[in-house]
């Protein structure tokens, strides 16, 4: 456990110098600008539709943030050779990956927030009007998907040969996994039986990141969110996260640094 | 590393530990499915509007998977469509169509149904795209009020009993923040019902608050006539 530690703290201070941060620092001002600048332009009620920015904003700065820092330590860890003295120490290739995966996920939970910070402190004290409690909810679950993303993102750094792969790769995650109610929908039509296939594949090995995706459905009246729905999507997220994690972990083993 | 580890036995374990996962979360997933979607997903056709318009923006916002945000940047482009008093040459023939786009990329924001509705209803006289857009916000929001109100003030403006769709439109005057459009709705229902002063009271309004000159002259000329009525006693024709 304090190897895992010992990683994760390691892997938070390397990604913090980087100066990732500045990205989000940037990220905050212009993202949170746009969602001001939208609000005040559309009709409708400001405070609702800053707040529905403000949670795409977190998001997206959560995203570019943990795509940046997965290509820059690419390049140092791999092909700068770096993770030749992580594993020279008395770490197992499994803590190893585990504390990396904890220093991102650290990371991104800072980005967002402290992007959720500055949403709530505007629309607290400049708007005057509460946060709704859904809010918090939409928090919680975008740190779950982060957290999801992660584990995809750097188990795609131990398969992947290259800096542009683990991108790619990392791209196409978060677009198809966002596609998962539109890939069902095209499950029930009649379809060729080998794109059938194929979709349902995509379907069930993606991961479901519109379950994490409350932010759409804040204002839904008919949304239930209570204990079981909870249980399961916490139960899905370590599901998810531990599959992908012992694929990466298997991966990271039979690996061999040259 | 040592092999032996009791990491190793977790590792040897691996493959079959990654299969039931696997299979845990498929099944997790696809009850979270029913979840997210508790209904099939039905999108509306666009008519009058370029399809492929409609199919890019669709495509952008499930591919992002920030419906509400492409939702929101095109409700500004609707808005935009509606002010540009170029588009009253086909008496605005895109506005259901696009107020439609915007609700299915954004269902839960009422403003599309209130403000596309009141347009259609009020001021362009589409009763039936107005009930269709309103029927579809209620669909959407089975809980909220004003579009169950704003339905009643539709059905009644259209069976001519103004005096009914006068609460609707006060209430949501009352909320604040309206536009232009919805006022001088109110001020034209005031006086055909031959509530004069009323009338008054939101063309002098328009006249202090609105910014453009256009509302300003329309507000001037609309009391110039109000008053005169006012005075004579007459009764607005219907």
């Given at each position: 456990m304090k190897r895992i530690a010992a990683v994760a703290v390691f892997t938070f201070r390397e990604l913090v110098r980087s100066k990732l941060l500045f990205v989000w620092l940037i990220s905050v001002v212009v993202l949170l600008g746009l969602a001001f600048l939208l609000s005040i332009l559309s009709y409708g009620d400001i405070l609702n539709i800053f707040m529905d920015l403000g949670l795409v904003g977190m998001e997206v700065s959560g995203l570019m943030v943990l795509i940046l820092s997965l290509a820059v330590t690419y390049t140092t860890e791999m092909d700068q050779k770096a993770i030749y003295l992580q594993l020279a120490k008395p770490v197992t290739r499994g803590e190893y990956l585990l504390g990396r995966i904890l220093g991102f996920f650290l990371l991104n939970a800072l980005v967002v927030l402290g992007m959720g910070m500055v949403v709530v402190g505007l629309v607290l004290f400049l708007g005057g009007a509460p946060v709704p409690t859904l809010f918090y909810d939409c928090v919680v679950f975008l740190l779950m998907e982060m957290l999801v993303l992660t584990v995809v993102g750097l188990t795609f750094q131990m398969i992947a040969t290259s800096m542009v792969g683990v991108v790619v790769y990392s791209f196409f995650t978060i677009f198809l996994g966002h596609l998962t109610g539109e890939i069902q929908w095209l499950l029930g039509k009649e379809l060729a039986p080998a794109t059938k296939f194929a979709l349902q594949v995509v379907y069930v090995a993606l991961p479901n990141l519109e379950v994490y995706n409350l932010k759409d459905r804040?204002?839904?009246?008919t949304m239930v969110l209570g204990l079981p729905q909870w249980e399961e999507v916490v139960l899905y997220t370590i599901a998810y996260s531990f599959f992908v994690f012992l694929i990466g972990w298997v991966n990271l083993e039979k690996r061999e640094f040259k | 590393m040592s092999p032996a580890h009791p990491q190793s036995a977790l590792l040897k374990a691996a493959p079959l530990a990654i299969l039931l996962l696997f299979l845990g979360q498929a099944f997790l997933s696809a009850r979270l499915g029913r979840w997210v979607h508790p209904e099939p997903v039905e999108y509306s056709q666009a008519v009058r509007m370029d399809k492929r318009v409609a199919s890019t923006l669709r495509a952008a916002a499930f591919l992002s998977g920030y419906k509400v945000l492409v939702g929101h940047a095109f409700w500004i482009k609707v808005i935009q469509y509606y002010g540009?008093?170029?588009?009253?040459?086909?008496?605005?023939?895109k506005l259901y169509d696009y107020c439609s786009l915007a609700s299915d990329l954004?269902?839960?924001?009422i403003s599309v149904y209130t403000l596309g509705a009141s347009a259609l209803a009020f001021?362009?006289?589409?009763m039936d795209e107005a009930i269709r857009l309103l029927q579809k916000g209620i669909n959407s929001n089975?809980?909220?009020q004003r579009l169950k109100l704003m339905l009643a003030a539709v059905s009644y403006q259209d069976s001519g009993e103004f005096d009914k769709a006068i609460p609707f439109l006060e209430a949501q005057i009352d909320q604040?923040?309206?536009p232009y459009m919805l006022i001088t709705i109110l001020a034209n229902v005031y006086e055909k019902v031959g509530r004069y002063g009323d009338a008054i009271k939101l063309w002098q309004k328009i006249l202090r608050e609105?910014?453009?000159q256009e509302p300003r002259i329309r507000a001037g000329l609309k009391l110039q006539e109000l008053y005169g009525l006012e005075k004579s006693g007459k009764k607005a024709k219907p």
């Open positions: 804040m204002y839904d009246p | 540009d008093s170029f588009n009253s040459l086909d008496r605005y023939s954004n269902p839960r924001f001021h362009l006289r589409r089975p809980k909220d604040g923040d309206a609105s910014d453009q």
